[in-house]
């Protein structure tokens, strides 16, 4: 990298030299327009690394305004010519052509396209495209012309970023500071709120910690999971992370619990590849500590006030309102009477907004168990008071549930819920489900 890295440096020294970058000329979205179309059409590499890397340092110099601006010029001018779109379908119609096929490839494709891979040359051009992508998507609600740049984004963000180009490494207390920080900065689950925590975390031989990185942003990590080592299925994140516990040695695991799994990069969202990333430290572990039988999630359920909160409204009858109005009474969790008719109530409410409740769409209501059942993974279990945390109560009143990831079922269940939309469940959630229905 170092060499390569040299060799780039020298070629934008070269084209800097050869452009004149007209002096005093300051970072406008009028300039930086001028300049997307002068790299457009610029034919050497020397000078096409040099305006890449003009156009990008210009547009970090913009305010938020400036950057709008830009947008709204790479949405007004960079799409494909309707009428050349029309006659190169007729054509491919007509002849059904290899060459009538790429010449309609060639012109429907946007000149965005090209404009943000000449832009990928410059030095850190990847890791500064990310950024501006995510830029664009605090945009989009206001401005939702930009969708045409964001699809042009995700179509080339998701070719960039194949899980073929990633590399996962291993975070243990010996990375380098500058990525540990990271980790700490970008974890969205759990919060690490010390460097003594994140030791707690990564530093244990019953802890593990794994990230995937791109080549051309080595020291981002793009999305890392955490993992424990423990003999039993667990049902409670306080217990897992206590500092007091009793650690184990690895030989002595019977399980790898995925308790926190972060995406580090809004640029990136909408590019999935943590599925992959579970999927390849379940396979590495279970080759490196073969006495492992379970590989599980400890996970939240974020989605779950939000849902009871509209049933309750749709009928103040249902099970729903009377869990509300218990958990909306004062210290209900230091009334144990008050607190065991609660979870009696709750769990199977749980059970049933996994197993029937859906989306407009067809898709379950929870963006988490979208994810792991996406993934070929089976609700196994639901935990009452598994997350006490501020944030747990807020989002499911405590609620935590487990994912099975069972290598050898994970394509079958991945094709039940891609096909047909099947939740594959265990039978304990099945019959709580069931309950609820009555």
Not at 186 to 199: F, G, M, P, Q, T
Not at 303 to 311: F, N, P, Q
């Amino acid at each position: 990298m170092p060499t390569f890295n040299d060799l780039l440096a020298t070629v934008l020294e070269r084209g800097t030299r050869l452009i004149d970058w007209r002096g005093s000329e300051r970072a406008t979205p009028e300039a930086l327009a001028r300049h997307c179309a002068d790299l457009l059409s610029s034919k050497g590499e020397a000078t096409g690394v040099a305006l890449a890397a003009r156009i990008l340092e210009g547009y970090d110099g913009l305010d938020p305004a400036g950057r709008r601006a830009f947008f709204q010029s790479l949405a007004a001018e960079y799409d494909p010519d309707p009428e050349a779109v029309t006659a190169a379908a007729e054509r491919y119609a007509a002849e059904r052509s290899s060459a009538a096929l790429a010449s309609l490839a060639a012109v429907t494709e946007t000149r965005r396209h090209e404009l943000f891979r000449r832009l990928n040359l410059a030095p850190d051009g990847t890791g500064r495209l990310v950024s501006m992508r995510a830029d664009l998507l605090t945009m989009l609600r206001d401005d939702p012309e930009f969708a045409r740049i964001d699809a042009d984004f995700r179509h080339l963000l998701g070719s960039w970023f194949n899980r073929g180009f990633l590399v996962m490494r291993p975070i243990d207390w010996n990375t380098p500071a500058a990525i540990l920080e990271k980790i700490i900065a970008y974890e969205a689950v759990h919060e690490i709120d010390s460097w003594d925590e994140l030791r707690r975390r990564v530093g244990p031989e019953d802890r593990r910690c794994f990230a995937f990185f791109h080549p051309s942003m080595p020291n981002e990590p793009l999305v890392f999971v955490e993992v424990a080592l423990t003999r039993a299925v667990p049902g409670s994140i306080q217990a897992l992370l206590a500092s007091e516990r009793q650690q184990i040695a690895p030989r002595d695991a019977t399980t790898a619990v995925f308790y926190s799994i972060s995406n580090c990069q809004t640029g990136l969202k909408g590019v999935s590849f943590g599925a992959f990333l579970i999927k390849q430290v379940a396979e590495d572990l279970a080759h490196a500590l073969p006495k492992l039988e379970n590989f599980v999630t400890l996970s939240p359920v974020p989605g779950l006030s939000r849902w009871l909160a509209d049933e309750a409204k749709r009928d103040p009858d249902l099970p729903a309102a009377r869990v509300l109005a218990l958990i909306n009474a004062n210290h209900w969790r230091d009334d144990p009477k008050r607190a065991t008719e609660l979870e009696a109530l709750l769990l199977p409410l749980v059970a049933r907004y996994f197993v029937d409740a859906r989306r407009g769409d067809g898709q379950p209501p929870d963006q988490v168990a979208r994810f792991h059942l996406g993934n070929g993974a089976q609700l196994l279990d639901i935990h009452w008071m598994g997350d006490t945390s501020e944030k747990g109560l807020a989002q499911s009143f405590g609620t935590m549930v487990n994912y099975l990831y069972d290598l050898d079922k994970i394509e079958e269940n991945h094709e039940a819920y891609a096909a047909e939309g099947k939740v594959t469940a265990s039978r304990k959630v099945r019959n709580l489900a069931a309950a609820a229905r009555k």
